[in-house]
């Protein structure tokens, strides 16, 4: 039999979608481990990118430390949290969360420090403090690139929080690792092909939301942009006000 008729024939046993151990029960398990470590890494990601970039300072800091990070093996990463601090959610947790922390910080970042001066210096002209100014202008200006950037992250958590099993944990990861234990390759198959379908489906998610909360202004000039309207506007003018 090839693998996709393995496959289809773990899909269609009873005990893939009912149980403790079942598609939606590990599913469930996957989500659990990957929203905990979104939410600790923007916590940690977002305040230090946002001040950073409206100081406009430290972009060695967070480029060295994003592609220090993005250099690290997960499954090393994984072995040596382990070593550290034994077996449990503990060592998974901590390397699904410095995962996640490069995309978000380094989006954040260039995102804000990426906002028009002009416009922070019109929100300055009329008495807003630094503080305020981020908060009301910088960042929802900068959401678009900040949302790519949880995006990102959030589809590289997805997809390596297939790690908790390596640890006997549990989430999709159990049916790649238990059937390549039991050389049931219909159910490494069908788990990777749910890992894949749930990345793509976070994936669809986050650029829902990100079109939901950007400000139409927002939207407009970003499509503008892409079109290369406002490129190519301004020299045309100037040309035309010269020969005049």
Known sequence: MSVIDLMNEWFAKDSTWNGAESIWARIGEHLFYSVIAMLIAALIAIPLGAVLGHLRRGEIVVLTIANSI???PTLGLLTLMVILTGIGLLPPLIALIIL???????NVFEGVRGVDPAIVDAARGVGLTGTATLLRVELPVALPLILMGARLAAIQVVSAATIAAYVGLGGLGRFIFDGMGR???GQVAGGSLVVALLAIGTEAL???VAWALTSPGVRQRKRLSLLGIGQRTAPIFNRKKVAA
């Open 100 to 106: 996640a922390i490069p995309p978000m910080l380094v």
């Open 206 to 208: 986050f650029l829902a």
């Open 183 to 185: 050389r049931d390759f």
């Open 70 to 72: 993005r250099a690290l």
